[in-house]
Structures are given as structure tokens and as C-alpha cells.
């Protein structure tokens, strides 16, 4: 005010952003430190020196402070001084870290406003660990020992040190890997960087070590390993960066080991035939006395000769073209090892020679071996001709012509050429002609005929010779022979003889004849397993006669089953694999068709064929042709398996329980064997269960596997379930299963079905009614719309905690749910109502301890020490009768020790509980409290006082489990008392102060896989009126004092809103709160002198009944990062009570004013609240 009288005046201050904006500090790129300002602007003001000086001094508060730093953290503007920035930085980590800065303005060296602002500092973008290598990148590597034997192994390591880096995932992940050797003079020496590949996420600080491994050779090696370090994208870097590392190898030649080697290679013959099979055996032998490294043996094989395979124990051998390579990594002294190479021989004769050659490490010349093979012809097939000759007709009427019939068949493996045939005729007979096709026939009693060309293997020749029978009747005997160039291999068939009798009667008539032949094919020629096949028979009859009663007979494979047969005219039975068809007759030259269908059957081997016969009632000359057999081939036909994926409901809430149903199909035309049908389900969505009738169904890792158990029929069908959960946010969900078998599918195009889901957010009314069973209490309901919005916003601070509570209800733990309402509803701040009530309390019964003094015209100074109290009244110091204080000295106005002015001092230690009750919303609350208050009163007269006192109390409370409530208080109470007459008094005080709040709410629950324990902080400032009253009347008798009294309380809260700090997304707002509470208690004081030697002692007796009355305390508050309005509903119900309280005490009254007393209280009556007091005090005046 001096300054300002002076013109003088400090500058205000305007900031960007303004208070109570949350900054929000940013990153640099990859990294753990982000900065942010906060521009200062001073305005107006005017003059200078320290009363026209704004200072401005910040500090950071909050659980993540320590995160953060301010700079500078002071300032002092003038009128006109520049702009000036408070420079902000964090240290990220892992999560988010919240804080608040705190800047306290002193405008012209006074007191002035607090402002505030959250601070946000994001976490840690990830950052990829640096590599350091043990030897340096382009350092060169010796391989030890350095003089290891010839084909011994040497060694070198590079360590692989990581450090600096930060964060989990793809951005923090440095690899080492795609090495590679090139330059390597002997190639084929360094090993162990194949496929070397390591991963560095993080802060990780494992070392990771390269081992290398180098074959010694007889000469130095040297060669260079090439890496690739590869780190993620960035937005400092861009895409995936890769540093090139190489180091330059050197292997010390080795030291030649005293051993000598033996090659020798044969030939499992010596010779044989074209397109034979044949081995070659390749020996190598160690005939020296230590061990012999690195076998190398190369063979060339002749192009002529197909390589089938080449393999031996300890041999790893490869085939490149015609070249195999065949390599033992050691041969020991005394010992020898060998391999085999199979071969095929080429189709044409040649002679073949084949080498081997072999090396090692100790000797670099290749030691030869070699090995001759004569590939020749295979010798011709040998010839074996027949020959059968049956006559027309017998008997024969002497004089007729009949006829011979000679068929010649080669049943050798080669053709026969010059075929003869030789026919001495019997005594009596004379020819008429020898024909046939092909025949060249000459003689008339001896019948020579020869066959032009060659008779292939299995084919045969006729030659019919008609003769006539002689005059005279008589048995013929009629022997023919065959012959050819080749010589026969079986000449036991090379003649036949027929017998025909010849006699004078009338030859009876012929009997009937019918040449039945028989021939078939497959249609298709080619099917698949499983499928049918037609086969089309056709039987015709040569004659010379009709063919009566005819019957065929067909026998199918093992491989085939019938399925019907069916002819124009015929009647057919069919059974597996049997088939009897029969017709009445088939005429000469006609040809009657038969089908017979059949089915190849799945998983079939061996031939699919079928075995015809035709017979009939009538003599058949030619019996061979009455049969046959047809085939078709095949291939394993599989099983066609299809899929079919559907959604049980779509679209889907978020968070709710729907099903996947995999059909499996089978087309056939096998069965299915070993049917697996698997699912790899979107990250996204969570396995319940799963299941199916025939199907074992796991899941691992979010992949489901259900086997079936039996193999699936052709045109068959299987299902499984799978039942999954929703996320808890909105999302097209594309999830795919696929079906396999063990069986060949041909069709493979059908084994993956795909089914998209939509997933609907959930709404809040949907969430609610989900939730509504867990909202068991005050507390929880009042977190339940609260949440219920939270949840159904998929960009909601509590996602993650969200998802788990739905999951949690959608699987029926409530009681999980409820525990999770409970914790995130600030139910906590309800405690502040208990505490300012007793806040006022303290200051009443400190207050109340002075009026009792002055009361029986107490005065001077008085210290009332040590109370713990939690309720009733103070028990008052000065309850002597009149006499006794004109005993003591009390009274003079002059010499007695009474002054018109009073000073006093009043201790208090409070401790009381308040039981937790969730069914009525009830905190429980454990304080304990310090209170001292001191005043000054002036007696106006002998019947009335006034007095002002201020006093201080310090509250501590543990609220719940793991929360705090303290308080501090600054009261100053305006008091009187005034007797109407002797005995009757009126006593008022009203009281008016500031009471700072300081609240910490522990969120801690688990729900499903997440464990929640945050703590957050909250101060507010409240301000509290009180009014009390009392009556009273006192009684004498003789020594005793009686006081009836009866006494009305007041109490007003009005608290700030406020906001919390340091629990993320638990942090609430709390908006303006105001209470009231009125207490009425009727009771009686009891006090008794009993006058002792150094003064009077006075026991006393106190005892009431009080009535509380107070508002339901009621609190509103919403989350800091939530809806503005959505609001926690907090009520505390049916905080009304009635309780008595009952005290004994003892004062003690010495000369001079000095005293000294003792006194205990306890309330009774309430179950829910308990009091006790203790009371310890003295005074003296001067």
C-alpha cells in the first residue's frame, strides 16, 4: 500500500499456456529426454525498485516429479521487462510420467497467487542398443592354435557387446546377422558364421558371442567375414538402416601329420548287361600311425551310367550331374572306410572305365584308383514252338473228305524263323489240298510246309490240309512235327498226334459247334480311386452254330468293387466282386454287348482288372477265345476336403462371446484320413474354448488345432466350435481356418475359408447393464456410469483396464468387477466431512474447558494440558462452590488473585474410528489429531465475559486400505459467558477459519492379468463456520455441585473443488462441496470438594446423551482425462446417530490459583463410531 500511495506498482503476469493446462513435453525423436515452455508475459506496473517487482519462483511436485526439471526456476520482472520463458525437460521412461509445476507469484515482495499446470511427459520413444565388437571391425582375426595339425579344427570369437539402448519392439531392436566369408583362398575352410544371427532389444546389456571354426589346412588361409548390423526405422533415421562389419581371417598353415592313404575302387562285376544295375565300392585305407583329416574323394562318372545314389557310414556325399563328392572328416590310423556308388548300365554294349580320386588335408596330390566294367547285350530269348492238330470230324464215312487242323504257336520269348511243318499221311488217305496263311505247303504224301517270315514270340500260325478218308474202314493215326532255324527250348511239344476212326456206316450228324470270343474294354481307360469305371464286353459267336444257354462270368480284382451289371437280353447278379449274366442264346456271326460297371476302390493297390469267361451249352472248337481279362489303371483319387468358416452373430458388441463354426467336407472319393483343421486367431480376439463331436481340439499361442480322431467318409461332413471373445473396441476382424489331411487333397484351392466379423463398440447402456450385477454399493454405483462411459469409448484413458473389468463380467467375476468399481470411485473424499466435524469438535472442547473456568470466576492465565477426546463435553477446570474459592483467595477485588483479564493456553490430542460400511457407502476412517488453542477474555462483570481464541489442530487419518486424509486448521472463535442469576448461565461461540486438506486415494485392484496400484494426490481448501450454545443450572448441595445442562452445535463446511495428481488415468476432479451437522446433548456434571491438607480435591462425574444430525455427506467429481460429464455420484448414507458419553475426572486445587487435574471420557451407543478421551491439565495465574 506504501508503494502503491508512491505510484509504485508491480507488473501482473499472463501466461501461454494458461494455468491449469496440462503441457504436454515432447520428445526429440528416439530418446528419453522431452522439453516444453511456458511463455511468461509481463504486463502493466509501473516504477521500480523491490515494490514494482513481480518475482515468480517454480518448483515441480507430484509422484512423478522427480522426472522432471525446471529451468530457470526463478524470475523478477519490471514494469516493461521482455517476455520470458520457463523452460521444461523430462527424463522419459517406460510409461508416462505426470507431474504438476507449481509457480508461486510475490508481486512487490508480498504474497501473491499460486498457479499451476499438469505436466505430461510421454514415454520413451524406443531406442535401438549401439553394438561395440571384441576385436574392432577391420581388425584381423587369427584362427588358434596357430600350429594345429592338418586337418585339425582352429577357433576365434568376436564378442558382441550392446549398450544405450531403450524401450521393447521392432524400434528398439538392433540384429547382427547375414554373415558371409568371401576371398577365402582355400575355399570351404572357415566355418560357423552360417546362418549366425543375434538380437539386441533394448536395454539389454547381454553379450553375444560369434564363434568360428576354420578346417587347417597345409597351407596358409586367409579370407574376410562380412556382417550386416541392422537397426530399425526411426524418425530421426527413416527406414531400417544396415552397417556393413567385416573383419579380415587368417588360418596358420598346419603341420603335416605322419599318415599314409590308400585308394581303391572295384566293380560289383566285371561285366553286365545293358540297363543293368551295378555298384561301385570306393576304399580309402590309413595305413600309417596317426590320423588322416579332411577326405576329399571326387568321381567322374562316366556319362553313359545313370547315378542312382552314393553313400557310405561316415561318408557325406553329394551328386552334381555326373560328379559325386564324397567327403570323411577323419580317418584314424589302422582303419579304413568305404562307400558305395550305384549306377544303371547304358542300353547299348560298351566298355566303361571309371576313376576315383581322393585328397586330404596332409596331401594335396590326388591318389588315383580306377575300375572296368563291359556293358554287353543280354542273350537272346530262346524258341519255343507247339504245335496242336485236331481233325474236323470223327468218325469219318469212308470216302469223305474231312480235314486237319495244325496250329503252330511260339511260346518262346523270341521270334523263329524258317517255321516247318511236316505231315507223313496214313496209308489210305489221299490229299486234297494243305493251305494256309502265310504256308508255302508241297508233297502229297508227306505234307512239307514252310512259313514265310518269322513267328514273333506268342503269336501263332495255322495250316489246314484236307483230306479223303479210304475205301475201307479203319483207325488212322496222323502225327505232325514243327521245327524252325533256332533251337527249341522245349521240344516235348514240337508234335501231336490225332486219332480219327474211319467206318462204313453213316456218320451220326455232327454235333452242334459255336465259337464264342470274348473281348472287353475299360472306359475310361483311366480313372481315380474312388471313381467308377464301365466296363464294355462284347461276345460274339464265329458258328458254325447258334450258341444256346449262354453264361458269362466276370471276377473283379481286389482293387475293384461291382456296381451293376446290365445287357440288352441278359439277366445279371451281381455280388462284391462277382458277376453272372446269362442270355438264352447268340446266334452265328451276331455280337451281344455286356456293362459292367465297377468302382475302384479308395486307397486300392495292385491291379484293377476283371477275369472274363464266356460258356454255353454248345461244343465250343476253339475253347482259348472263350476268355480274357481287361484292365484300367488308376491313381490314388485323394479326398477333395473343403471348409466353410462361419460367425456365429455378426455384427458382434465389443467384449462379448461369439463362435466360429469350421465345416469340414469331404467330396471323396477316399475317405479322409488324419483331418486337421486349424485357426490362427487374430491377435484381437481372445480363445475361450473349443470344440467339436470326433474332433481333440489345443490351443496354442492363440493357434487352434482341432484333430479329428476318425477318418472323414467320402461325402461326409465334421464341425468345430470355436468360441472366442470380442475386443473390447470396435474392429473388422478377418480370421481364417484351414483344413488339412494326411490324405492327397486334389483340390487343395477349397481348404481355406475366411469369415469377417464386425465388431460393434459396445454402448454405454449395453456396458452398464453388463456391469449393473457387480454395482453392489455406493460406492461401486456410483462408479458405475462413470466406467460404463470410460469402456465404451474406444479411445478412453482406461482402455486397457477397461477390457479386462468386461472381460471379467462377460466370464462372471463380479466379484472382481465389484472389487474395480470400488477402487476407481474417489469414495475417499468422504471422509473429509468426519474429519472437519471433528476438526470443530477440537476447537469446541478447548474452547468449552475455558468457559467452565470462567464459569465459578476462574481468571488469570490458564493451561489446559493433554486431551484425547474424541466427543462429549470438555470437563470444566473450575467447579468449586463460592466458599471454597473465598477458602482458596478467590474474590478479592483488590488482594484475591481474580483479574478482569483472562489468558489461556488449551492442548488436545484426538484419536477416534469411524467402521468401514459398504452396504451404506460408509469410509472407514482411523484418525488421530494435535490441537492447541490460546485466548484472551475480559470479564465484564461478575455475571458476563467475553473472549476471541485462535486455534491450530493437525489432523492425520488413514482412510480405507492405503489412503490418507490429513487436514490442517486455522480457527478463531469470538466466545461469552453470561449468568442469568447465580446458578443459571448461557454460553455462545462462534467460530470462523481456513482448514487445508490433503488427500492421497489409493487406487490398488486385480482384474483378470492386470494388477492396478497407483496413488493419487489431491489438496483442497475449506472454510468452516460453527455456532454453539449451552444452558446450564447449577445445584449445591453442601459440597456437591450438580450442573443439568443442555447444549446446541452448528457446523458449516464449504470445501473447494480440487484435482488430483500422480495416478494417470485414475486422477478425478472434485467439484464444490458443502455440508452441515448439528449436534444436541442433554447432560448432568457431578463434582464433589474434599478439602485435604495442600489443597482441594474434587472428583467429578459427567454424563450425556447427544443427537447428531448431518447432511448425507455428498461429493460430485469426474475423471481428469474422462467426460467433463460423467460424473462420480459419491453418497455417504444415514449418517445420523445417537450416542451417550460418560467421564470421570479428578481436579486438584492448591494456593495461589495453581491447579491440576485428570480426567477419562468414552462415548457408548454406536456401533458404528467410538470415542475415548483422556484429559490432563494445570494451570496457575500471575
Same mark, same amino acid.
Given at each position: 500500500?506504501?508503494?502503491?500511495?508512491?505510484?509504485?506498482?508491480?507488473?501482473?503476469? #499472463?501466461?501461454?499456456?494458461?494455468?491449469?493446462?496440462?503441457?504436454?513435453?515432447?520428445l526429440?525423436?528416439?530418446?528419453?529426454?522431452?522439453?516444453?515452455?511456458?511463455?511468461?508475459?509481463?504486463? $502493466?506496473?509501473?516504477?521500480?525498485g523491490?515494490?514494482a517487482?513481480?518475482?515468480?519462483?517454480c518448483?515441480?511436485?507430484?509422484?512423478?516429479?522427480?522426472?522432471?526439471?525446471? &529451468?530457470?526456476?526463478?524470475? #523478477?520482472?519490471?514494469?516493461?521487462?521482455?517476455?520470458?520463458?520457463?523452460?521444461?525437460?523430462c527424463?522419459?521412461?517406460?510409461?508416462?510420467?505426470?507431474?504438476?509445476?507449481?509457480?508461486?507469484?510475490?508481486?512487490?515482495?508480498?504474497?501473491?497467487?499460486?498457479?499451476?499446470?499438469?505436466?505430461?511427459?510421454?514415454?520413451?520413444?524406443?531406442?535401438?542398443?549401439?553394438?561395440?565388437?571384441?576385436?574392432?571391425?577391420?581388425?584381423?582375426?587369427?584362427?588358434?592354435?596357430?600350429?594345429?595339425?592338418?586337418?585339425?579344427t582352429?577357433?576365434?570369437?568376436?564378442?558382441?557387446?550392446?549398450?544405450?539402448?531403450?524401450?521393447?519392439?521392432?524400434?528398439?531392436?538392433?540384429?547382427?546377422?547375414?554373415?558371409?566369408?568371401?576371398?577365402?583362398?582355400?575355399?570351404?575352410?572357415?566355418?560357423?558364421?552360417?546362418?549366425?544371427?543375434?538380437?539386441?532389444?533394448?536395454?539389454?546389456?547381454?553379450?553375444?558371442?560369434?564363434?568360428?571354426?576354420?578346417?587347417?589346412?597345409?597351407t596358409?588361409?586367409?579370407?574376410?567375414?562380412? !556382417?550386416?548390423?541392422?537397426?530399425?526405422?526411426?524418425?530421426?533415421?527413416?527406414?531400417?538402416?544396415?552397417?556393413?562389419?567385416?573383419?579380415?581371417?587368417r588360418?596358420?598353415?598346419?603341420?603335416?601329420?605322419?599318415a599314409?592313404?590308400?585308394?581303391?575302387?572295384?566293380?560289383?562285376? @566285371?561285366?553286365?548287361q545293358?540297363?543293368?544295375?551295378?555298384? *561301385?565300392?570306393?576304399?580309402?585305407?590309413?595305413v600309417?600311425?596317426?590320423p588322416?583329416?579332411?577326405?576329399?574323394?571326387?568321381?567322374?562318372?562316366?556319362?553313359?551310367?545313370?547315378?542312382?545314389?552314393?553313400?557310405?557310414?561316415?561318408?557325406?556325399?553329394?551328386?552334381?550331374?555326373?560328379?559325386?563328392?564324397?567327403?570323411?572328416?577323419?580317418?584314424?590310423?589302422?582303419? #579304413?572306410?568305404d562307400?558305395?556308388?550305384?549306377?544303371?548300365?547304358?542300353?547299348?554294349?560298351?566298355?566303361?572305365?571309371?576313376?576315383?580320386?581322393?585328397?586330404?588335408?596332409?596331401?594335396?596330390?590326388?591318389?588315383?584308383?580306377?575300375?572296368?566294367v563291359?556293358?554287353?547285350?543280354?542273350?537272346?530269348?530262346?524258341?519255343?514252338?507247339?504245335?496242336?492238330?485236331?481233325?474236323?470230324?470223327?468218325?469219318v464215312?469212308t470216302?469223305?473228305?474231312?480235314?486237319?487242323?495244325?496250329?503252330?504257336?511260339?511260346?518262346?520269348?523270341?521270334?523263329?524263323?524258317?517255321?516247318?511243318?511236316?505231315?507223313?499221311?496214313?496209308?489210305?488217305?489221299?490229299?486234297?489240298?494243305a493251305?494256309?496263311?502265310?504256308?508255302?505247303?508241297?508233297?502229297?504224301?508227306?505234307?512239307?510246309?514252310?512259313?514265310a517270315g518269322?513267328?514273333?514270340?506268342?503269336?501263332?500260325?495255322s495250316?489246314?490240309?484236307?483230306?479223303? /478218308?479210304?475205301?475201307?474202314a479203319?483207325?488212322?493215326?496222323?502225327?505232325a512235327?514243327?521245327?524252325?532255324?533256332?533251337?527249341?527250348?522245349?521240344?516235348?511239344?514240337?508234335?501231336?498226334?490225332?486219332s480219327?476212326?474211319?467206318?462204313?456206316?453213316?456218320p451220326?450228324?455232327?454235333?452242334?459247334?459255336?465259337?464264342?470270343?470274348?473281348?472287353?474294354?475299360?472306359?475310361?481307360?483311366?480313372?481315380?480311386?474312388?471313381q467308377?469305371? &464301365?466296363?464294355?464286353?462284347?461276345?460274339?459267336?464265329? $458258328?458254325?452254330?447258334?450258341?444256346?444257354?449262354?453264361?458269362?462270368?466276370?471276377?473283379?480284382?481286389?482293387?475293384? +468293387?461291382?456296381?451293376?451289371?446290365?445287357?440288352?437280353?441278359?439277366? !445279371?447278379?451281381?455280388?462284391?466282386?462277382?458277376i453272372?449274366?446269362?442270355?438264352?442264346?447268340?446266334?452265328?456271326?451276331?455280337?451281344?454287348?455286356?456293362?459292367?460297371?465297377?468302382?475302384?476302390?479308395?486307397?486300392a493297390t495292385g491291379?484293377?482288372d476283371?477275369?472274363?469267361?464266356?460258356?454255353?451249352?454248345v461244343?465250343?472248337?476253339?475253347?482259348?477265345?472263350?476268355q480274357?481279362?481287361?484292365?484300367?489303371? *488308376?491313381q490314388?483319387?485323394?479326398?477333395?476336403?473343403?471348409?466353410?468358416?462361419?460367425?456365429?452373430?455378426?455384427?458382434?458388441?465389443?467384449?462379448? @462371446?461369439?463362435?466360429?463354426?469350421?465345416?469340414? =467336407?469331404?467330396?471323396?472319393?477316399?475317405?479322409?484320413?488324419?483331418?486337421?483343421?486349424?485357426?490362427?486367431?487374430?491377435?484381437?480376439?481372445?480363445?475361450?474354448?473349443?470344440?467339436?463331436?470326433? %474332433?481333440?481340439?489345443?490351443?496354442?499361442?492363440?493357434?487352434?488345432r482341432?484333430t479329428?480322431?476318425n477318418?472323414?467318409?467320402?461325402g461326409?461332413?465334421?464341425?468345430a466350435?470355436?468360441?472366442?471373445?470380442?475386443?473390447?473396441?470396435?474392429?473388422?476382424?478377418?480370421?481364417? $481356418?484351414?483344413?488339412?489331411?494326411?490324405?492327397?487333397?486334389?483340390?487343395?484351392?477349397?481348404?481355406?475359408s475366411?469369415?469377417?466379423?464386425?465388431?460393434?463398440?459396445?454402448?454405454?447402456?449395453?456396458?452398464?447393464?453388463?456391469?449393473?450385477?457387480?454395482?453392489?454399493?455406493p460406492?461401486?454405483?456410483?462408479?458405475l456410469?462413470?466406467? #460404463?462411459?470410460?469402456?465404451?469409448?474406444?479411445?478412453?484413458?482406461?482402455?486397457?483396464?477397461?477390457?479386462?473389468?468386461?472381460?471379467?463380467?462377460?466370464?462372471?467375476?463380479?466379484?472382481?468387477?465389484?472389487?474395480?468399481?470400488?477402487?476407481?470411485?474417489?469414495?475417499?473424499?468422504?471422509?473429509? @466431512?468426519?474429519?472437519?466435524?471433528?476438526?470443530?469438535?477440537?476447537?469446541?472442547?478447548?474452547?468449552?474447558?475455558?468457559l467452565?473456568?470462567?464459569?465459578?470466576?476462574?481468571?488469570?492465565?490458564?493451561?489446559?494440558?493433554?486431551?484425547?477426546?474424541?466427543?462429549?463435553?470438555?470437563?470444566?477446570?473450575?467447579?468449586?462452590?463460592?466458599?471454597?474459592?473465598?477458602?482458596?483467595?478467590?474474590?478479592?477485588?483488590? $488482594?484475591?488473585?481474580?483479574?478482569p483479564?483472562? %489468558?489461556?493456553?488449551?492442548?488436545?490430542?484426538?484419536?477416534?474410528?469411524?467402521?468401514?460400511?459398504? /452396504?451404506?457407502?460408509?469410509?472407514?476412517?482411523?484418525? =488421530?489429531?494435535?490441537?492447541?488453542?490460546?485466548?484472551?477474555?475480559?470479564?465484564?462483570?461478575?455475571?458476563?465475559?467475553?473472549?476471541?481464541?485462535?486455534?491450530?489442530?493437525?489432523?492425520?487419518?488413514?482412510?480405507?486400505?492405503?489412503?490418507?486424509l490429513?487436514?490442517?486448521?486455522?480457527l478463531?472463535?469470538?466466545?461469552?459467558?453470561? *449468568?442469568?442469576?447465580?446458578?443459571?448461565?448461557?454460553?455462545?461461540?462462534?467460530?470462523?477459519?481456513?482448514?487445508?486438506?490433503?488427500?492421497?486415494?489409493?487406487?490398488?485392484?486385480?482384474?483378470?492379468?492386470?494388477?492396478?496400484?497407483?496413488?493419487a494426490?489431491g489438496?483442497?481448501? =475449506?472454510?468452516?463456520?460453527?455456532?454453539?450454545?449451552?444452558?446450564?443450572?447449577?445445584?449445591?448441595?453442601?459440597?456437591?455441585?450438580?450442573t443439568?445442562?443442555?447444549?446446541?452445535?452448528?457446523?458449516?463446511?464449504?470445501v473447494?473443488?480440487f484435482? +488430483?495428481?500422480?495416478?494417470?488415468?485414475?486422477?478425478?476432479?472434485?467439484?464444490?462441496?458443502?455440508?452441515?451437522?448439528? @449436534?444436541?446433548?442433554?447432560?448432568?456434571?457431578?463434582?464433589?470438594?474434599?478439602s485435604?491438607?495442600?489443597?482441594?480435591?474434587?472428583?467429578?462425574?459427567?454424563?450425556?446423551?447427544?443427537?447428531?444430525?448431518?447432511?448425507?455427506?455428498?461429493?460430485?467429481?469426474?475423471?481428469?482425462?474422462?467426460?467433463?460429464?460423467?460424473?462420480?455420484r459419491?453418497?455417504?448414507?444415514?449418517?445420523?446417530? &445417537?450416542y451417550?458419553?460418560?467421564?470421570?475426572?479428578?481436579? *486438584?486445587?492448591?494456593?495461589?490459583?495453581?491447579?491440576?487435574?485428570?480426567?477419562?471420557?468414552?462415548?457408548?451407543?454406536?456401533?458404528? %463410531?467410538d470415542?475415548?478421551?483422556?484429559?490432563?491439565?494445570?494451570?496457575? +495465574?500471575?
Open positions: 500500500m506504501h508503494a502503491q500511495t508512491r505510484g509504485i506498482s508491480p507488473p501482473t503476469l #499472463s501466461y501461454i499456456p494458461a494455468p491449469g493446462n496440462q503441457v504436454n513435453l515432447s526429440g525423436g528416439a530418446g528419453t529426454t522431452g522439453s516444453a515452455a511456458i511463455q511468461v508475459t509481463p504486463m $502493466g506496473g509501473s516504477g521500480s523491490p515494490f517487482t513481480t518475482g515468480l519462483n518448483t515441480i511436485s507430484g509422484n512423478g516429479a522427480s522426472a522432471f526439471s525446471v &529451468s530457470p526456476g526463478s524470475f #523478477s520482472f519490471l514494469p516493461g521487462s521482455s517476455a520470458s520463458a520457463i523452460g521444461l525437460s527424463n522419459a521412461g517406460p510409461n508416462i510420467q505426470l507431474a504438476t509445476l507449481l509457480c508461486n507469484e510475490s508481486p512487490g515482495g508480498s504474497i501473491g497467487q499460486q498457479q499451476s499446470w499438469p505436466l505430461r511427459c510421454p514415454a520413451a520413444l524406443p531406442v535401438p542398443p549401439s553394438l561395440s565388437y571384441d576385436p574392432q571391425p577391420g581388425s584381423t582375426i587369427a584362427f588358434s592354435p596357430g600350429n594345429a595339425l592338418i586337418g585339425s582352429a577357433t576365434a570369437s568376436i564378442r558382441i557387446t550392446p549398450s544405450g539402448g531403450l524401450g521393447t519392439g521392432f524400434g528398439a531392436t538392433t540384429q547382427f546377422n547375414n554373415c558371409t566369408v568371401t576371398g577365402e583362398s582355400v575355399p570351404g575352410t572357415i566355418a560357423g558364421f552360417q546362418g549366425a544371427s543375434f538380437t539386441f532389444i533394448g536395454a539389454t546389456t547381454a553379450v553375444q558371442t560369434l564363434n568360428l571354426t576354420a578346417t587347417v589346412r597345409a596358409a588361409v586367409t579370407a574376410t567375414l562380412n !556382417c550386416d548390423e541392422v537397426g530399425p526405422g526411426s524418425p530421426l533415421r527413416g527406414s531400417p538402416f544396415v552397417i556393413p562389419r567385416s573383419w579380415p581371417l588360418v596358420n598353415a598346419g603341420t603335416q601329420p605322419a599314409n592313404l590308400r585308394l581303391l575302387k572295384t566293380a560289383s562285376a @566285371q561285366q553286365v545293358v540297363n543293368e544295375e551295378f555298384s *561301385y565300392n570306393v576304399q580309402a585305407s590309413n600309417g600311425s596317426s588322416e583329416f579332411g577326405l576329399v574323394v571326387i568321381d567322374q562318372v562316366p556319362s553313359a551310367l545313370t547315378i542312382l545314389s552314393a553313400a557310405g557310414p561316415d561318408w557325406t556325399c553329394r551328386i552334381d550331374g555326373n560328379t559325386v563328392d564324397c567327403r570323411l572328416p577323419e580317418l584314424i590310423a589302422g582303419r #579304413s572306410a562307400f558305395n556308388i550305384q549306377v544303371r548300365a547304358p542300353a547299348t554294349p560298351r566298355s566303361i572305365s571309371n576313376s576315383a580320386r581322393m585328397t586330404s588335408l596332409s596331401n594335396s596330390t590326388a591318389l588315383v584308383s580306377s575300375a572296368t563291359d556293358v554287353v547285350a543280354p542273350p537272346p530269348e530262346p524258341v519255343d514252338l507247339a504245335i496242336d492238330k485236331s481233325d474236323s470230324a470223327d468218325p464215312r470216302g469223305s473228305n474231312f480235314s486237319y487242323l495244325l496250329t503252330v504257336s511260339n511260346l518262346g520269348g523270341s521270334a523263329a524263323t524258317g517255321v516247318r511243318v511236316d505231315d507223313v499221311l496214313p496209308a489210305g488217305l489221299t490229299l486234297v489240298a493251305t494256309g496263311t502265310g504256308w508255302n505247303c508241297n508233297g502229297s504224301s508227306t505234307i512239307n510246309c514252310t512259313l518269322s513267328l514273333a514270340a506268342g503269336a501263332s500260325a495250316v489246314s490240309i484236307e483230306v479223303t /478218308a479210304p475205301a475201307q479203319t483207325n488212322l493215326s496222323n502225327r512235327t514243327v521245327s524252325s532255324n533256332e533251337p527249341d527250348s522245349n521240344s516235348a511239344n514240337n508234335a501231336d498226334t490225332e480219327t476212326s474211319i467206318t462204313a456206316e453213316p451220326p450228324p455232327p454235333p452242334l459247334r459255336a465259337d464264342l470270343g470274348i473281348s472287353a474294354r475299360a472306359v475310361p481307360a483311366s480313372v481315380l480311386t474312388g467308377n469305371v &464301365s466296363f464294355e464286353v462284347a461276345i460274339n459267336n464265329i $458258328g458254325p452254330d447258334p450258341a444256346t444257354a449262354v453264361i458269362f462270368d466276370g471276377t473283379l480284382s481286389a482293387a475293384l +468293387e461291382a456296381v451293376g451289371a446290365s445287357g440288352n437280353g441278359w439277366t !445279371c447278379t451281381v455280388s462284391a466282386r462277382q453272372v449274366c446269362t442270355r438264352a442264346s447268340i446266334g452265328v456271326n451276331a455280337t451281344e454287348n455286356l456293362t459292367i460297371s465297377a468302382r475302384v476302390l479308395p486307397g491291379s484293377a476283371m477275369s472274363l469267361r464266356v460258356v454255353s451249352s461244343t465250343d472248337p476253339v475253347p482259348a477265345n472263350n480274357g481279362q481287361v484292365a484300367v489303371s *488308376y490314388a483319387g485323394g479326398a477333395d476336403v473343403s471348409i466353410v468358416k462361419t460367425d456365429s452373430v455378426d455384427p458382434v458388441a465389443a467384449g462379448a @462371446q461369439y463362435s466360429y463354426t469350421l465345416t469340414v =467336407s469331404n467330396a471323396g472319393p477316399e475317405a479322409a484320413s488324419g483331418v486337421v483343421v486349424s485357426d490362427t486367431l487374430p491377435a484381437a480376439l481372445s480363445f475361450v474354448s473349443a470344440s467339436g463331436a470326433g %474332433f481333440a481340439c489345443t490351443n496354442t499361442a492363440g493357434t487352434v482341432c479329428l480322431a477318418p472323414l467318409a467320402a461326409a461332413s465334421a464341425a466350435t470355436i468360441a472366442v471373445r470380442a475386443p473390447t473396441s470396435g474392429s473388422s476382424i478377418s480370421n481364417e $481356418g484351414v483344413v488339412s489331411a494326411s490324405t492327397n487333397d486334389p483340390n487343395p484351392a477349397n481348404n481355406r475366411t469369415q469377417t466379423t464386425q465388431i460393434n463398440d459396445r454402448t454405454v447402456e449395453q456396458i452398464s447393464d453388463l456391469l449393473d450385477e457387480a454395482a453392489v454399493d460406492a461401486s454405483e456410483a462408479a456410469p462413470v466406467v #460404463s462411459a470410460e469402456c465404451a469409448d474406444p479411445a478412453s484413458a482406461l482402455a486397457a483396464v477397461c477390457e479386462e473389468i468386461v472381460d471379467a463380467a462377460d466370464d462372471g467375476r463380479i466379484g472382481e468387477v465389484t472389487d474395480a468399481l470400488r477402487a476407481i470411485a474417489p469414495d475417499e473424499v468422504l471422509a473429509q @466431512q468426519l474429519v472437519l466435524r471433528e476438526i470443530a469438535t477440537t476447537q469446541f472442547f478447548n474452547v468449552d474447558a475455558r467452565n473456568e470462567l464459569r465459578r470466576g476462574g481468571g488469570g492465565f490458564s493451561l489446559s494440558g493433554l486431551t484425547v477426546n474424541s466427543g462429549g463435553q470438555a470437563i470444566p477446570l473450575s467447579l468449586a462452590g463460592e466458599a471454597l474459592q473465598a477458602a482458596l483467595g478467590y474474590g478479592d477485588d483488590e $488482594g484475591g488473585l481474580i483479574s483479564w483472562g %489468558f489461556f493456553v488449551n492442548g488436545n490430542i484426538t484419536d477416534g474410528k469411524q467402521d468401514l460400511r459398504n /452396504a451404506s457407502g460408509r469410509v472407514g476412517v482411523d484418525y =488421530s489429531s494435535r490441537g492447541i488453542t490460546a485466548g484472551i477474555d475480559y470479564r465484564l462483570s461478575n455475571r458476563s465475559v467475553v473472549g476471541a481464541a485462535l486455534g491450530y489442530a493437525k489432523f492425520t487419518s488413514d482412510v480405507n486400505t492405503g489412503s490418507e490429513d487436514a490442517k486448521s486455522l478463531l472463535t469470538g466466545y461469552g459467558s453470561y *449468568y442469568v442469576n447465580d446458578r443459571f448461565y448461557v454460553d455462545t461461540r462462534l467460530t470462523y477459519g481456513n482448514v487445508k486438506l490433503d488427500q492421497s486415494r489409493s487406487i490398488r485392484f486385480r482384474v483378470g492379468g492386470m494388477q492396478v496400484d497407483e496413488l494426490r489438496d483442497a481448501d =475449506s472454510t468452516q463456520l460453527t455456532l454453539a450454545t449451552s444452558l446450564g443450572y447449577h445445584l449445591n448441595y453442601g459440597a456437591w455441585t450438580v443439568p445442562n443442555l447444549g446446541l452445535r452448528y457446523i458449516r463446511n464449504d473447494d473443488a484435482t +488430483e495428481t500422480g495416478a494417470g488415468a485414475y486422477n478425478v476432479s472434485y467439484r464444490d462441496q458443502s455440508f452441515k451437522t448439528t @449436534q444436541l446433548s442433554l447432560g448432568v456434571q457431578i463434582g464433589r470438594a474434599i485435604l491438607d495442600t489443597g482441594v480435591l474434587m472428583p467429578q462425574f459427567d454424563f450425556s446423551l447427544n443427537s447428531e444430525n448431518s447432511d448425507d455427506p455428498r461429493a460430485q467429481a469426474s475423471l481428469v482425462n474422462g467426460s467433463p460429464s460423467q460424473l462420480f459419491l453418497d455417504q448414507q444415514g449418517t445420523d446417530s &445417537s451417550g458419553s460418560a467421564g470421570l475426572g479428578f481436579v *486438584y486445587l492448591m494456593a495461589n490459583g495453581r491447579q491440576a487435574y485428570i480426567s477419562y471420557r468414552h462415548t457408548f451407543g454406536n456401533d458404528d %463410531f470415542r475415548g478421551s483422556l484429559n490432563l491439565g494445570g494451570r496457575f +495465574e500471575f
